[in-house]
C-alpha cells in the first residue's frame, strides 16, 4: 500500500522567511499529487495539485511545489511566510490505477508563523 | 455555493452508546468519501460512495461501522457500539468526478468517553 512521508511535523518561522515543508511518497506508479491547508477553525482546503506536465505547479497564496519523480517528493516551498499562513498541511496521494480510492495523507506539519 | 456540511460538529458519548454523523456533500456531486483522524496520525480513507453505491470501503475499521447514502444525497456514518479508539475528527469530502481533487467538510469531532 501506499504512505506520504512528511518530514517535519512542526515548523516555526518568522515572517518573511523562505518555507520548504517536505513530503516523499513510496509508490512506484503513476500518482496524483496534491498539498492542502487547514487554517485555525476552517476545513481542509486545496493548495495546489500535480496531474502531470510542468512539475513545477503553483498554487494559492503564493505557494509552489516541485514534483521529483526520481525522488519520489512533492515539496512545498513559498518564498516568504505571512502570519496568515499558520495553519496545518498535509500532502496527499492518489495513485492511479492502485489501492484505494481515496487520497493517502501524510501525518500533516503545523506551521507556526512568529510575526 | 453551499460547501461540503458535517453535522454534529462535536459529540460526546460514552463508550457502548451509538452516534451517527452526517454528510452533505456539494450538490451534483456524485462522490463522497469519508475519512478520520485519531489524535496525532495521519488523515485516513474509510470509504467511498459513487452515488448511492459504495466503491470502495477498504478504509473501514471493523463492523461497528456502517456507512449510508440513501438516495445518493447526502450520507450518514454511525458507530455503533462506539469504543475509545473511535474517538477523532471524521471529516467528509465531495467531488464530481473522480479527480482527486475533494471538497471537504470542517468535520465532526467524535470523543468517546
Known amino acids: 500500500a501506499q504512505s506520504v512521508s512528511q518530514h517535519n511535523h512542526h515548523v516555526i518561522l518568522s515572517e518573511a522567511a523562505s518555507l520548504e515543508l517536505g513530503c516523499n511518497y513510496s509508490?512506484?506508479?503513476?500518482?496524483?499529487l496534491f498539498w492542502y491547508v487547514q487554517y485555525p477553525g476552517q476545513h481542509l482546503q486545496l493548495l495546489l495539485k500535480?496531474?502531470?506536465?510542468?512539475?513545477l505547479v503553483k498554487g494559492i497564496k503564493g505557494f509552489e511545489a516541485e514534483f521529483i519523480k526520481s525522488k519520489f517528493s512533492f515539496n512545498l516551498r513559498k518564498p516568504s511566510v505571512q502570519w496568515s499562513d499558520t495553519a496545518e498541511y498535509f500532502c496527499?496521494?492518489?495513485?492511479?490505477?492502485?489501492?484505494?480510492?481515496?487520497?493517502?495523507f501524510g501525518k500533516g506539519t503545523h506551521l507556526i508563523i512568529q510575526p | 455555493e453551499a460547501g461540503v456540511t458535517q453535522f454534529p460538529s462535536h459529540s460526546v458519548i460514552e463508550k457502548g452508546q451509538t452516534v451517527t454523523l452526517r454528510c452533505d456533500p456539494i450538490?451534483?456531486?456524485?462522490?463522497l468519501y469519508w475519512y478520520r483522524r485519531v489524535m496525532g496520525k495521519e488523515i485516513k480513507f474509510l470509504l467511498h460512495?459513487?452515488?448511492?453505491?459504495?466503491?470502495?470501503e477498504s478504509g473501514m475499521p471493523n463492523n461497528r461501522f456502517l456507512a449510508e447514502r440513501t438516495g445518493g444525497t447526502y450520507s450518514t456514518l454511525k458507530v455503533q457500539p462506539a469504543e475509545l479508539e473511535d474517538s477523532g475528527v471524521y471529516f467528509c469530502?465531495?467531488?464530481?468526478?473522480?479527480?482527486?481533487?475533494?471538497?471537504f467538510g470542517e468535520g465532526s469531532r467524535l470523543t468517546v468517553l
Open positions: 509508490y512506484g506508479g503513476t500518482v496524483n
Open positions: 450538490s451534483g456531486h456524485d462522490n
Open positions: 496527499a496521494v492518489n495513485p492511479i490505477g492502485g489501492g484505494a480510492d481515496g487520497l493517502t
Open positions: 460512495f459513487v452515488k448511492e453505491s459504495k466503491q470502495d
Open positions: 469530502a465531495s467531488s464530481q468526478v473522480f479527480t482527486g481533487e475533494l471538497f
Open positions: 500535480y496531474f502531470s506536465g510542468d512539475p
